[in-house]
């Protein structure tokens, strides 16, 4: 049954009889998060009209300003998958480092990057929640071809939760008149190619050549440039038009900004899901064993041709 009345919750009780590991367990963590999303959006539509707005004045693990906003979705989302009794641990970009469950109880690792793109807040531009699962293990930190479930929710006129747990990519619409996330996206497939690249080239200075040369020779060929500052709204619509994300390596950053379990394993999961590829350093971000919770590195993802139009430079 595929129509546009399936709710995520139909969803995920069909995958459970088609495709573990989704199972109850799991289940009832997706169903966590997406209730706390469908709060943060909720919260999301009325900035502006309630007092939300603004900084907490301090600042998180990444030394980046926390905005009211970010504290309030990371409360949420780690109170809430915490007393679920499925997750251990969550590990999320607000925090130093990761929060057990209190008896240590719960099969499941979440990692969260509560509301991506904070600095949009002000401004009324989109904003994005990126979650990634772990089965529970010896470790914390896991590669990330070990993820279970990996998904974002992107606030944009639309309200869209994209999924996958390993047998492709499923976007969900959150239908206001219900409170519903219902199937809308079956089976996302990215384009082979496109024509659209998302960088913030005002670092333009500081790429390394590689990055430099993939950009003159793509301009050339009238490449558009798209940039919000919100890896979720990039990524999401490089995924449905084609194209390359590039957040790398500079001489000022060799490190990269973004985060390797918080944004990085998770886009790089789902843009393979849905036919695409990503690359960090050179080699596939989804193979390598995180040395922290906080690390950062390069990270290029998109339409397969552009990717590896960019690796052959
Ligand atoms: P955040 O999760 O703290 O909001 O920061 C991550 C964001 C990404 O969404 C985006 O791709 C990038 O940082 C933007 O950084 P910059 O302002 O350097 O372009
Ligand atoms: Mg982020």
Same mark, same amino acid.
């Given at each position: 049954?595929?129509?546009?009345?399936?709710?995520?919750?139909?969803?995920?009780?069909?995958?459970?009889?088609?495709?573990?590991?989704?199972? =109850?367990?799991?289940?009832?963590?997706?169903?966590?998060?997406? &209730?706390?999303?469908?709060?943060? =959006?909720?919260?999301?539509?009325?900035? /502006?009209?309630?007092?939300?707005?603004?900084?907490?004045?301090?600042?998180?693990?990444?030394?980046?300003?926390?905005?009211?906003?970010?504290?309030?979705?990371?409360?949420?989302?780690?109170?809430?998958?915490?007393?679920?009794?499925?997750?251990?641990?969550?590990?999320?970009?607000?925090?130093?480092?990761?929060?057990?469950?209190?008896?240590?109880?719960?099969?499941?690792?979440?990692?969260?990057?509560?509301?991506?793109?904070?600095?949009?807040?002000?401004?009324?531009?989109?904003?994005?929640?990126?979650?990634?699962?772990?089965?529970? /293990?010896?470790?914390?930190?896991?590669?990330?071809?070990?993820?279970?479930?990996?998904?974002?929710?992107?606030?944009?006129?639309?309200?869209?939760?994209?999924?996958?747990?390993?047998? /492709?990519?499923?976007?969900?619409?959150? !239908?206001?008149?219900? %409170?519903?996330?219902?199937?809308?996206?079956?089976?996302?497939?990215? +384009?082979?190619?496109?024509?659209?690249?998302?960088?913030?080239? =005002?670092?333009?200075?500081?790429?390394?050549?590689?990055?430099?040369?993939?950009?003159?020779?793509?301009?050339?060929?009238?490449?558009?440039?798209?940039?919000? %500052?919100?890896?979720?709204?990039?990524?999401?619509?490089?995924?449905?038009? %084609? /194209?390359?994300?590039?957040?790398?390596?500079? &001489?000022?950053?060799?490190?990269?900004?973004?985060?390797?379990?918080?944004?990085?394993?998770?886009?790089?999961?789902?843009? &393979?899901?849905? %036919?695409?590829?990503?690359?960090?350093?050179?080699? !596939?971000?989804?193979?390598?064993? +995180?040395?922290?919770? &906080?690390?950062?590195?390069?990270?290029?993802?998109?339409?397969?041709?552009?990717?590896?139009?960019?690796?052959?430079?």
């Amino acid at each position: 049954m595929l129509n546009k009345s399936q709710t995520l919750t139909d969803f995920l009780l069909h995958e459970e009889i088609t495709s573990p590991p989704v199972n =109850g367990s799991l289940t009832m963590v997706l169903l966590q998060i997406e &209730n706390s999303v469908k709060i943060i =959006g909720s919260h999301i539509k009325q900035s /502006g009209l309630v007092d939300i707005l603004g900084k907490t004045g301090y600042k998180n693990a990444f030394n980046d300003e926390v905005q009211r906003f970010d504290d309030l979705s990371n409360t949420l989302l780690v109170t809430t998958l915490l007393s679920s009794g499925e997750v251990y641990a969550v590990a999320s970009e607000e925090l130093k480092e990761p929060i057990y469950s209190k008896n240590k109880g719960g099969d499941f690792i979440v990692c969260i990057d509560p509301l991506d793109g904070s600095s949009n807040v002000d401004c009324n531009a989109s904003l994005g929640t990126i979650f990634s699962i772990y089965k529970k /293990g010896d470790n914390i930190l896991q590669k990330g071809n070990d993820q279970i479930a990996a998904g974002y929710v992107l606030y944009g006129p639309s309200i869209m939760f994209v999924l996958t747990t390993g047998k /492709g990519v499923n976007g969900f619409t959150l !239908d206001p008149s219900i %409170g519903s996330f219902l199937l809308s996206h079956s089976n996302i497939i990215i +384009p082979e190619k496109g024509s659209q690249y998302a960088i913030n080239e =005002g670092y333009s200075s500081n790429f390394t050549n590689q990055t430099k040369k993939f950009l003159k020779s793509f301009k050339s060929n009238g490449a558009k440039l798209r940039y919000s %500052g919100c890896m979720v709204s990039d990524v999401h619509r490089i995924l449905i038009q %084609g /194209g390359i994300f590039l957040y790398p390596a500079d &001489n000022k950053n060799p490190n990269g900004k973004l985060r390797l379990l918080y944004e990085i394993n998770p886009m790089a999961f789902i843009i &393979n899901q849905a %036919g695409g590829l990503a690359v960090s350093d050179g080699i !596939d971000p989804l193979t390598i064993l +995180p040395n922290s919770v &906080n690390q950062t590195m390069s990270i290029v993802l998109g339409s397969k041709d552009n990717v590896k139009i960019y690796k052959s430079f």
